[in-house]
């Protein structure tokens, strides 16, 4: 099934036609003037007030007010024209859930602006919230450079199953997300990530996060969804100004010995860094309830890495500028328009290789509107949004793995190879329509009042893949002192030396004997550069490719309240012109009022949710595959290369898979209790039709591995949490225990057609029947690790934070972490050879195959303290000035970043140091 509807032009004529339809409905409804009139009596308040009270609330003059615009007016009225803030159950302090059957967290601007932070990205933030976890790299050695958002998984999906919006535009990258674990630099890719734009903290208001009985205007997901609202244009001061810094020299590292290391023969090198970020904000509030509003954080890091014994300097940036027009008295009766800008780039080298220098570029640009209108018989919400991102790669096009001989030398006296280049431009582009259509309107029947809710989202979703001109990576150099290049000297280099045969026999005084141990000494220290050629090559071809998903998804939501009980009754459809799937996902939730006192609740919900990243698939899909070359030389003379004979050359299929997805239950209970909130969430997440690798077929020339429904896994989590305020003092904690689980059958150890750079060693240890161990080499894909690796989480995680206000211009929060030791699959830094998988040379040689070992590694248990500063100095007239002060690993403990038994460097106690600058 092929959708050709215009995503546009199909959701304009959507809104138009029920606007149409429901007209009639809309005649019924209470004029302005008698909805003003009604409140009016009810609270007794004169017209004058209510002209008053509208303007500070910025209501649009003789419109009809919706439910919530209702309430806020009968407030301000009973308030004698002063209007009542409205404030969540969180308040000024972290105070995440509230009485509702949704697992919602909420982060208010009060936390976002307090909380201890390193880089300041949305996703830090979310770190210590129950049912997250972060990324194992998360606090390693790598992380204090790195100026991308964090990942993190929400009940128990990966990271790039989560949905990320801002102002209800989605901002997922669909560009091999799954890849952002990768090194930056790969031959077939570009290391990925699971969003679009690294947005930091300052553009944001709040961030509410569901992790359980998810609403049903949210799709493509199987984790949990994150959405943002950016600072409005009032909400921003006329000028701020800006800085946060931090410094290698403000951070402490600990050197860890592994178990068969001598401390004082092991020497380690530490990052030699600076970040340095830069904040403008400016606003201007015009009349009559407009605004325009810019934000800006511009974001450096910039490294000395040492590499074939010298430093080189790397920089990465990091930008979000964001123009932002508000007006709640246009046609709309809130109307938001953004213009975002966050590109990123890296510039980088290969460590230890000559002329390696290459630069990453993502991030990217978009446009979004989102208006809001009373219709009479709805609430009318329409978010149109278009968007542009990137994952490229410039790098030199090809790498050389040259023997450690005269003339290629470069490397340290002990490495066998010494290297040269990189992997080749890779250009990826991903660009994106989208049209979002809501209506929430009330009906009574059936003596119950209905809250409806009613959507349609449609998307066009483009991705672009291009190389350009091929790349290649030469390795298996043969050292040959006769070698005859024939004409190549690319990837060939013909003996040279400094001294002739007969300079030789002058010096030695009689003929050269290449038997005598001295006149081969004598005759190796003369060669200035040794003979050698390349006997394989890897070609990563030329390719362009262009693919464009097309989706459509429709939503009804009723909420029902009866006595003491309110249910979600939710039904939501997906389809989309890839899989050709039509996905039909119910969510029911509810929560029951123990004793009509709002102060007990029972939850409970039952909902399905469907997967996405149709896009990664179908470019995997037209994906060209590697092609494996082979010579040898005859004669002494090189020959041609000639194609592997053997090589299947591998393409994926997706024909008639299923779109995987989660099923959840649910079961919770919510008490006011010592001030404040306590919650306690029974989550079971059960993930079904998870795609593998099936069976192979050979066709015209190639090898296709259509990939099929086989996997299954599952998450169990309970959680506790409670939060709380005395006085100027905010409290919170919360515990997750959870266990992941994966099924036998969603993986194997069957690598039959799988490319070899797919194959990793995956390393166990067996008990023989004499008592005696066995380590074990089995070789499996990248893609059944990964299913393999799942079924290790933190099984044990406890938070707990403490935010004080000791006056009103000095607050101080202080959090902690502690989490049970677990076991993990990591990558380690050894290789193991294959010698039942091998390669063979045009002349029979046989080459085994390496792939890097994955092992099993047993973490010990670890607790986290971080803590920050904030401090305003005394305004003068309209100038203000805070400070800033952020530690990380308060009390300079280990991370366990450093795998068990082996020997590295792990981060200590880190500092960043801020001012800002503000006239308003």
């Known amino acids: 099934m092929k959708l050709t509807l215009n995503p546009v032009y199909v959701s304009m004529m959507l809104a138009l036609n029920l606007t149409v339809t429901f007209s009639a409905f809309a005649e019924e409804v209470d004029s302005f003037e008698q909805q003003q009139q009604t409140i009016l009596a009810s609270t007794k308040k004169t017209a004058e007030l209510w002209q008053s009270c509208a303007q500070q609330l910025r209501f649009p003059e003789a419109k009809l007010l919706s439910d919530e615009q209702a309430k806020l007016m009968k407030g301000c009225l009973n308030n004698d024209g002063t209007p009542v803030e409205v404030i969540e159950v969180t308040g000024r302090y972290f105070g995440p859930e509230v009485l509702e059957a949704q697992g919602r967290i909420f982060l208010s601007q009060d936390f976002i602006e307090n909380a201890p932070i390193g880089n300041g990205d949305i996703t830090e933030l979310l770190k210590g919230l129950p049912g997250i976890q972060t990324s194992e790299a998360d606090n390693s050695l790598s992380s204090l450079t790195d100026i991308r958002s964090r990942e993190v998984s929400i009940s128990g999906g990966k990271a790039y199953q989560n949905g990320f919006f801002i102002d209800g535009m989605n901002v997922n990258s669909r560009i091999d997300p799954g890849s952002s674990s990768l090194a930056t630099s790969s031959q077939n890719s570009v290391a990925g990530h699971t969003n679009e734009f690294f947005l930091n903290k300052d553009l944001v208001e709040s961030i509410t996060v569901y992790d359980s009985n998810i609403p049903v205007e949210y799709g493509e997901f199987v984790g949990g969804v994150v959405e943002s609202q950016s600072k409005d244009a009032w909400d921003l001061p006329a000028v701020r100004l800006g800085y946060r810094g931090t410094s290698s020299d403000w951070v402490e590292f600990h050197d860890i010995y592994g178990d068969n290391a001598d401390p004082s023969e092991s020497t380690f090198n530490k990052p030699v860094y600076d970040k340095h970020q830069y904040k403008l904000q400016l606003a201007k509030k015009l009349e009559d309830g407009r605004g325009i509003g810019l934000n800006v954080n511009h974001t450096t890091s910039t490294q000395s890495i040492e590499s074939l014994g010298v430093l080189e300097d790397t920089e990465s940036t990091n930008s979000n500028v964001m123009l932002k027009y508000d007006s709640e008295l246009d046609w709309f009766d809130h109307l938001s328009v953004s213009a975002l800008y966050a590109p990123f780039e890296n510039h980088d080298i290969l460590t230890d290789t000559l002329n390696s220098e290459y630069t990453t570029k993502g991030g990217g640009y978009a446009l979004n509107a989102v208006g809001y209108r009373n219709l009479g018989w709805a609430d009318w919400k329409i978010t149109a949004n278009s968007r542009y991102s990137e994952n490229s790669r410039t790098a030199p096009q090809d790498y050389f793995s040259w023997a450690n001989v005269p003339g290629k030398d470069w490397a340290d006296p002990w490495a066998t190879v010494s290297k040269e280049g990189a992997y080749g431009d890779l250009d990826t582009q991903q660009i994106t329509y989208s049209l979002n259509n809501k209506f929430d309107f009330d009906a009574n029947f059936w003596d119950l009042d209905h809250q409806f809710s009613m959507g349609l989202q449609l998307e066009s979703q483009q991705i672009l893949r291009d190389r350009e001109q091929q790349a290649v990576t030469y390795s298996n150099a043969r050292i040959n002192s006769q070698v005859d290049c024939n004409g190549n000297n690319y990837d060939c280099i013909e003996q040279s030396n400094n001294t002739s045969i007969e300079e030789l026999e002058a010096i030695l005084g009689e003929p050269f004997d290449p038997t005598n141990p001295e006149h081969l000494a004598l005759y190796e220290k003369s060669v200035g550069t040794t003979g050698q050629f390349f006997q394989r090559r890897v070609i990563y071809q030329e390719e362009h490719i262009d693919v464009t998903v097309r989706k459509a998804s429709m939503y009804i939501q009723d909420v029902i309240e009866w006595d003491n009980l309110k249910l979600n009754l939710g039904l939501r459809y997906d389809t989309e012109d890839f899989f050709g799937n039509h996905n039909i996902a119910p969510r029911i939730s509810g929560g029951y009022d123990l004793f009509g006192d709002n102060q007990t609740l029972i939850t409970f919900g039952a909902s399905r949710y469907y997967d996405a990243n149709l896009t990664t698939y179908a470019i995997r899909e037209q994906q060209l595959p590697y092609i494996t070359q082979y010579r040898d030389s005859y004669n002494n003379v090189v020959g041609d290369w000639i194609d592997d004979s053997e090589q299947d050359l591998t393409r994926y299929r997706y024909d008639g898979v299923k779109t995987p997805y989660s099923d959840e239950l649910t079961l919770g209970w919510k008490q006011e209790l010592l001030g404040g909130f ?69 993986y194997d150890d069957n690598i039959d057609d799988t490319p070899a750079e797919d194959i990793v060693a995956y390393e166990t240890t067996i008990i023989n029947e004499d008592g005696t161990e066995e380590t074990i080499y089995t070789a499996v894909s990248l893609d059944d690790l990964d299913r393999l690796a799942s079924n290790y989480a933190r099984p044990w995680i406890v938070n707990m934070g403490w935010t004080a206000k000791w006056t009103d211009d000095l607050q101080t929060t202080l959090t902690a972490t502690y989490t049970q030791g677990y076991t993990s699959v990591s990558a380690t830094s050894e290789v193991h050879e294959f010698e039942d998988i091998i390669e063979t040379t045009p002349s029979g040689e046989l080459l085994p195959l390496e792939a890097t070992i994955y092992r099993e590694f047993e973490y010990d248990d670890a607790i986290l303290f971080n803590a920050s500063l904030r401090y305003r100095l005394p305004d003068f007239n309209k100038h203000g000035l805070a400070l800033s002060f952020d530690i990380s690993n308060l009390l300079d403990s280990r991370t366990y970043s450093v795998l068990p038994g082996e020997s590295g460097v792990e981060v200590g106690r880190s500092f960043w140091l801020g001012i800002n600058y503000t006239y308003d």
């Open 678 to 746: 306590l919650s306690l969430r029974g989550v079971w997440r059960q993930n079904k039709d998870e795609i593998g690798q099936g069976d192979s077929v050979r066709e015209g020339g190639y090898t296709y591995l259509y990939q099929v429904n086989k996997g299954e896994s599952e998450q169990k989590r309970i959680s506790l949490s409670w939060n709380g305020q005395w006085r100027n003092h905010s409290f919170w904690a919360n515990t997750s225990w959870s266990e992941t689980y994966t099924s036998q059958e969603s």
